[in-house]
């Protein structure tokens, strides 16, 4: 989870609060050290992951003789605490009450009284009775504009926690607060609505709101008893309310909103989930009220704290949409038509055997999805191992990860990230290359873009298009297309010319030094200048910046593994890593970030023709003689089919029967065409998914499946970190998790298996899989992970290497990898250079994300990026319908023109919401040699004009892209003492003169004046 001060001193010192003395960390705030002693003193805008804001003064407490605010204060040995003195009460006191003065409290009819709500929470722990300065609207209307939240600024207590998260935890740098206004408020873009602004929809500002001034609009009208009254009856209750305050008191009040609280606990389900898209691997506790989805509430996730991005916060409409398959569908005569699950199983036990009966098990496939659980895609490797008897299993790691992982076998043993995402933060500079990182993985991009901003940590992105990561990068490459190769192996020689790599490094830990620099032979700088682009300049300050840095971690992603070089660039970015001595410490080595939010685990699972689970293979005698002990049955012993082999052994006419699940593989496999003629071939398909996909037309069979929402299970992000999903709702209508299916197929074709849960599948993982070895549902309950390898007694590795690699002699290898150029360079029919990849806005083809309309009203669908330059020269506007033709296809796409892409190359979106307009209409079937993983990103095509108006922009006007936003240090509190109406509580006038405008202080520590603090205590502690 994020450390807001992660370069403080581990040493700790003592100090005295209240008289008994307490361990602190030297420099980390105050208040945390009162927080872990479990000393209470009110924190309102104090959140630990934010850190302090100073805002809200409600934390004030004596230190050393002095009022000063707990959060802003850094602990110091020593330093002598106290809390309960009278003058830091009325300090507190008075701080609360102009609080209050800016928020209606209304809590037994709002939405936001969950039991967590701060203002509720603070005003029931300093057992407020009444309030000195009374309520004032701020005369500003609210703000519903985005889709997905509203700002009420009569309920904003200018606490600036969201502007905090926002500039400088999601580091999207849309939020404000305009301190010098008459009438402060929370600002967009300065003053825009907030839906017509750079907001990214993260939710961060949401998630952190301590009130009810930001609120998920899922929860308006859903969360009380009482809270769906609108108008005149809303109105009515807040004035009764107000009505009894002053005779009263908030006691009687406040008892009774908790008891309507404690009453939503009776329909509000809170449970800890997996985000199901993006390999980060964010976890939080869906809220749920019968099937309605509240809100995604983020707190403590081992990845992600309370981050979140615009998908997982929010796009969860897939869930109940109206589209989800309920019950199994049979194709007869040219139609499909509904079935009960008996005779779909039985069809397809019958079809399978035939099949593997009359042309053997290697006639039949399986492809697994990494949109599903670990247990899952075990399962689906059983049944293709055990119950047919074929290594045909594959999952699609083979279109994206299976390079990275290729090179990272080669070179350091480990297919996975070298930490986790906390360690990112601590590097001294980070590279980004063929990564999208703030649109593909956004929680992850955060923490980079945070530390760049707070630490001074260096980035350099390599990439074709200039997306934000390569505008906030000190350094930004662009390469020629599919040449990353070269320009890492020039700076690796250029390292090693000038005695610049970590030589006690190489000579402890690594091996094949000198057949590693007789592999660089050809790649001078001027060499790589001439194939890259790149000036030699640019080539000599990236080699400086890695050897001078502090720590080097290099992120990649597709736009390096989808390409000829695939495998051999991602080695080659692990020898560069080698070299510089960036393994074993944390803020250093590799990070191949995976797409999906399974696709780790999918891999691990053994969802893979050569391997077993953990990557143990199928060839090796020992290892299929365990896995005979424990399923009974011999395995086969060869290699089988990837995905990629499928098809055209489809073609070939050798491979008859497919089961697939969850991936939409005619869609996003390279050469959608070729696969769509494969799919049409088969004998037999069947097709599990939650929708019916494009792929699933071709099916035999459809057999309805569950989402995360609705299972038990395990996810394995990134980080190689597992986590636990539990299941929140039941399944929709006849459908089933998918565990529960290929148990059902598995039976129907006489297995005899009996698992009742999925923790029974992650036992018998455990049993045969030495990087799970110590996994457990119980080691797992809660926001609890493991991190794999892990060890029979639950011991598991945040960081890999940290006592040499996983190879006999326990030594990495440098490999002399070979540059294997573009198949497809741009020439005289088809001149332009297509790239494709991702947005932040839609999961992959967008299959679930087009589901949720508040997303769709930001992206409807796909279009072509062009640069201004091309544009200009083929006389295109935003919304001008052209053809891309490629070799292998041709589709008709809107034209969205912008700077993110130059010269003659293009960019489309993998999401569309039409089949005819998927990019993988144009790419071919050329692939990386050494995993077969397509060369998506190396395809050329040509653009013919239709035509059109331009009327409609591909982009509506209010997507974020077109914001503006404020990029600021921060809350900027300054600015608030500064104002000439501001006091530091308890030392002006006092509660009872009401109002904050007394005389102006901006001190933060001020001398104590008892003689000044006049003022009862309301809170019972004792005065000193
Ligand atoms: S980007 Fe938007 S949703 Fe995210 S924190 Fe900023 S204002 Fe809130
Ligand atoms: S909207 Fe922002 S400033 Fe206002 S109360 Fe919520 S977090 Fe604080
Ligand atoms: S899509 Fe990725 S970054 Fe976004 S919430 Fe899900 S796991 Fe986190
Ligand atoms: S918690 Fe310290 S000023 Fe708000």
Known sequence: MLDPSPNLSPEPADILIDGAR?????????????????????????????????????????????????CGTPARAGMRVRTAVRAAQVAREEAFDRLLANHQLYCTVCDNNNGNCTVHNTTREMNVQHQYRPFQGKGLAVDASHPFYRYDPDQCIL????????????VNETLSINWEAEQPRVLWDGGVPAGESSCVGCGHCVTVCPCNALMEKSMLGEAGFFTDQRGPLFGNAVAMVKNVEPSLGYGPIMNLSEIEAAGREGYIRRTKTVCTYCGVGCAF????????????????????????CIKGKFAWDHVGSPQRLTRPLIRENGAFREADWEEALALIARRLGALRAEHGPDALAFITSSKCTNEESFLMQKLARSVIGTNNVDNCSRYCQSPATMGLWRTVGYGGDS???????????????????????????????????????????????EHEMARRADLFLRPNPGTDFVWLNAVSRYLLDQGLENRAFLDRWVSGLDAFRESLDAYTVEYAEAVTGLSGETLRRVAHEIAQADGVCIMWAMGVTQQMSGSETSTAISNLLLLTGNYMRPGAGSYPLRGHNNVQGASDMGSMPSHVTGYQRVDDPAVRAVYAAEWGVDLPTTAGLDNHQMIHAIHAGTLRGLYLKGEDISLVDANANYVDAALEKLEFLVVQEMFFSHTASFADVVLPASPSLEKDGTFTNTERRIQRLNQALPPLGDSRPDWQIIQGVANALGAGWSYAHPAEVMDEIARLTPLYAGVTYERLAGFASLQWPVQPDGTDTPLLFTDGFPFPDGRARLYPAEFIPRTEPPDAQYDLHLNNGRMLEHFHEGNMTFRTAGI??????????VSPDLACERGLTDGTLVRLVSRHGAVKLPALVTARVQGRQLYVPMNSPNAAQAVNRLTGSHTDPSTHTPAYKDTAVRLEVIGGT????????RNFRYGTPTPQRGVEVERKWARPDYVFPGLGLGLLQGGSLNARTDRVGVPLQPSRMNMPSKSGVADD
Do not use: M
């Open 22 to 70: 307490y361990a602190a960390r030297p420099g980390e705030p105050l208040i945390a050290a009162l927080n872990r002693a479990q000393v209470t003193v009110p924190q309102v805008c104090y959140h630990a992951q934010l850190g302090p804001i100073q805002t809200c003064d409600t934390c004030i407490v004596e230190v050393d003789g002095q009022l000063v605010r707990a």
């Open 159 to 170: 606490c600036g926690r969201c502007v905090e998260a926002c500039q400088n935890l999601q």
């Open 285 to 308: 506790e869906v809220w749920t009220k019968d099937r309605h989805i509240l809100k995604i509430e983020p707190t403590h996730g081992p990845a992600n704290g309370v981050s979140t």
């Open 419 to 465: 930490g986790n995402i906390t360690d990112l933060e601590r590097a001294g500079l980070v590279i980004g290359i063929g990564t999208n990182t703030a649109e593909s993985h956004p929680v992850l991009a955060t923490r980079v873009k945070r530390a760049q901003k707070l630490r001074g940590q260096k980035l350099i992105v390599a990439d074709l298009r």
């Open 856 to 865: 769709t009203a930001q992206v409807p669908g796909a279009f072509v990026e």
């Open 950 to 957: 331009g009327d409609t922009p591909p982009l509506p006007r």
